[in-house]
T-cell receptor, first 118, second 112 residues
Framework: DAGVTQSPTHLIKTRGQQVTLRCSPI?????VSWYQQVLGQGPQFIFQ???????GRGNFPDRFSARQFPNYSSELNVNALLLGDSALYLCASSLVRTPRWGMDSPLHFGNGTRLTVT | KQEVTQIPAALSVPEGENLVLNCSFT??????LQWFRQDPGKGLTSLLL?????REQTSGRLNASLDKSSGRSTLYIAASQPGDSATYLCAVRDNYGQNFVFGPGTRLSVLP
């Protein structure tokens, strides 16, 4: 089975531009989360989507938005790019949104999209 | 606000050595804890998931323990190999289950 796939793998943009990143979850996974990882740090939570609805949002400005499609794939959009948005953007999928007691629901990550803003 | 720390930040050991990586979290009201491995420029690979009701999980040469009351988890790697060289991250999921909070990682180098 294919794992979580993300596209593109690398992207270079200039300040002020807009970018769209894409993610396809593991087949059967309905929950998709987005994380930002700055070099040398752990990933920071941006969004979680489940059944096409936003279920959680991290401490990121409104320039960041996302959506989930009927096939559970997802897009992350970032407007008015800043230099500080340069990072590895990771998508993760899991089987359920809120794990029921005693049920394993680990996160499975894609290889990420490396965004460089110049 | 949950905060996760990992000690040490970097570790270099000779091949064959047993080693322990540490993870601490400030809020014990967690649902589960997951250990990941990340190779340079790559995504995260799930290693072990420990539910809050569990004390430890094992997979091959890896053993992870969880002491929720003290806010600590350890990842034990037995008989380390050069292929184990990577950054190891721990992450805790809160009781609402919406997202994981990650530590900064421990960068491990296993020397042949």
């Amino acid at each position: 089975d294919a794992g979580v796939t993300q596209s593109p793998t690398h992207l270079i943009k200039t300040r002020g531009q807009q970018v769209t990143l894409r993610c396809s979850p593991i087949s059967g996974h309905k929950s998709v989360s987005w994380y930002q990882q700055v070099l040398g740090q752990g990933p920071q939570f941006i969004f979680q989507y489940y059944e096409k609805e936003e279920r959680g949002r991290g401490n990121f400005p409104d320039r960041f938005s996302a959506r989930q499609f009927p096939n559970y794939s997802s897009e992350l959009n970032v407007n008015a790019l800043l230099l500080g948005d340069s990072a590895l953007y990771l998508c993760a999928s899991s089987l359920v949104r809120t794990p029921r007691w005693g049920m394993d629901s680990p996160l499975h990550f894609g290889n990420g999209t490396r965004l460089t803003v110049t | 606000k949950q905060e996760v720390t990992q000690i040490p930040a970097a570790l270099s050991v000779p091949e064959g050595e047993n080693l322990v990586l540490n993870c601490s979290f400030t809020d014990s009201a967690i649902y589960n804890l997951q250990w990941f491995r990340q190779d340079p420029g790559k995504g995260l690979t799930s290693l072990l998931l420990i539910q809050s009701s569990q004390r430890e999980q094992t997979s091959g040469r890896l053993n992870a323990s969880l002491d929720k009351s003290s806010g600590r988890s350890t990842l034990y790697i037995a008989a380390s190999q050069p292929g184990d060289s990577a950054t190891y991250l721990c992450a805790v999921r809160d009781n609402y289950g919406q997202n994981f909070v990650f530590g900064p990682g421990t960068r491990l180098s296993v020397l042949p």
